[in-house]
């Protein structure tokens, strides 16, 4: 066989591609291996026929060619530097692999660039993104979460250093926990529980209580919205008992508001009160700062929460709360405030004050709307009973 006879059509095996790329034909190939053999003491031999065979993956009457004797096994994987399985594959195998290695390679240089810098840097990017989320809705910033969730994953699971690698989860984890609610509030609960499956898990490998319990409590949220309230209250049990005294008092006060909005979702009025009552002792006085999960909870914003749950158990009080709270409550939180009204309207309405619970019905489909918020457009949905 000539040199241009071998090389009609597209080699069937990574052997004979590699032969090719030392533009040898099979007779020079197989007189290099027994020169090779011969330099470095290898027993093995092979042929030109046996060449032929292999490279075609068949015997000239079509039957399956057998594995080489293990002693041309070993000649041929030290002269070509690669398994004998990866030698006899098609060779886009290879071409894959190859790529694959790249790939590696790529994402594991990126990893090491990594420094407190960029942390930084993409910590600002996750306050810049919630600023929108809770202005603008879920709809505007919830595709640049999701990619930067991804990017984080890609981050995490390549970098070597151990406490690069923890930030990087933390980052993980909060932005996990904004993709879950931004996908319960757009009303797809099932991606939502899997953004805060990611959360969790990254969560664990912070070694950080406060960002597990977090990441824990805000998938009982979901639980909630299944109709699946005293999961959530067991779940909200568990981060509390489990956080006490190790995470700050704000996370602590955060956890006994979600524990007292699950209670009062589960019908248990007297525990519920109870939990919030909780909540208002441990708030700290100053919350503009704090370590570890981000949670939105001062005085105003644990009124509202208090309203909602009093207005979920049928309490006249809500209605008082609320309004304190509407009052005071910061005009950039669009979507707390589209759910604070669909509570002064249950509330109202349950009241009896149709007029008000209508007025205030109106505004939050008005602003559910604006912002995309098919969890807040569902309640108030369910309000039209009430309202006729």
């Known amino acids: 066989m000539t040199a241009s006879d071998q090389r009609e059509g597209s080699p069937r ?47 000239s009457d079509g039957s399956p060619v057998g594995r080489p004797r293990p002693a041309t096994v070993r000649l041929l994987e030290r002269m070509l530097d690669l398994t004998i399985d990866e030698l006899l594959s098609p ?9 694959g290695d790249v790939e590696l390679k790529q994402q594991l240089s990126a990893a090491r660039r990594v420094n407190a810098e960029i942390l930084t840097l993409i910590h600002d990017q996750l306050n810049t993104v919630r600023h929108l989320d809770r202005q603008l809705g879920a709809t505007t910033a919830h595709d640049e979460v999701a990619i930067k969730i991804r990017q984080l994953m890609r981050l995490r699971s390549h970098s070597l250093t ?41 969560a664990r490998e912070t070694e950080d209580v406060a960002f597990e319990v ?20 067991e779940l909200l049990h568990n981060a509390e008992r489990r956080g006490q005294r190790v995470i700050s008092p704000l996370l602590q006060s955060w956890l006994a508001a979600a524990h ?49 749950a009093l207005a979920r158990i049928g309490e006249p009080e809500a209605v008082d709360v609320l309004s304190s709270a509407l009052n005071c409550l910061d005009p950039t939180f669009t979507r707390a405030e589209a759910g604070l009204r669909v509570d002064l309207a249950t ?15 109106a505004r939050a489909r008005t602003l559910a709307a604006e912002i995309g918020s098919v969890r807040q457009q569902r309640r108030i949905a369910q309000l039209r009973e009430l309202a006729s």
């Open 91 to 99: 060779p886009d195998t290879l071409r894959r692999a190859d790529t």
């Open 260 to 308: 007292g909005e699950a209670l009062a979702a589960d019908g248990k009025r007297s525990a519920s009160l109870r939990a919030f009552d909780r909540a208002s002792t441990l708030l700290p006085t100053d919350v503009s700062t704090m370590d570890g999960p981000f949670v939105v909870l001062d005085p105003v914003h644990l009124a509202r929460w208090r309203g909602h």
């Open 162 to 202: 151990p406490r690069i690698r923890e930030r990087l989860a933390a980052l993980l984890a909060e932005f996990g926990t904004l993709a879950g609610w931004q996908a319960l509030d757009m009303g797809s609960v099932a991606n939502a529980w899997q953004f805060y499956e990611q959360a969790r898990d990254a």
């Open 214 to 233: 977090h990441s824990a409590a805000e998938q009982a949220f979901v639980l909630i919205e299944v109709n699946e309230a005293a999961s959530a209250v």
């Open 13 to 59: 095996t990574v052997l004979e591609l590699k032969i090719r790329q030392r533009n040898q034909t099979l007779a020079e190939f197989a007189t290099a291996a027994e020169e090779f053999a011969r330099t470095f003491g290898e027993p093995g031999s092979i042929s030109e026929r046996h060449l032929k065979r292999l490279i075609a993956g068949c015997k």
């Open 347 to 361: 509330a109202f309405l349950a009241m009896g004050e149709r007029e008000q619970g209508r007025a205030h019905a």
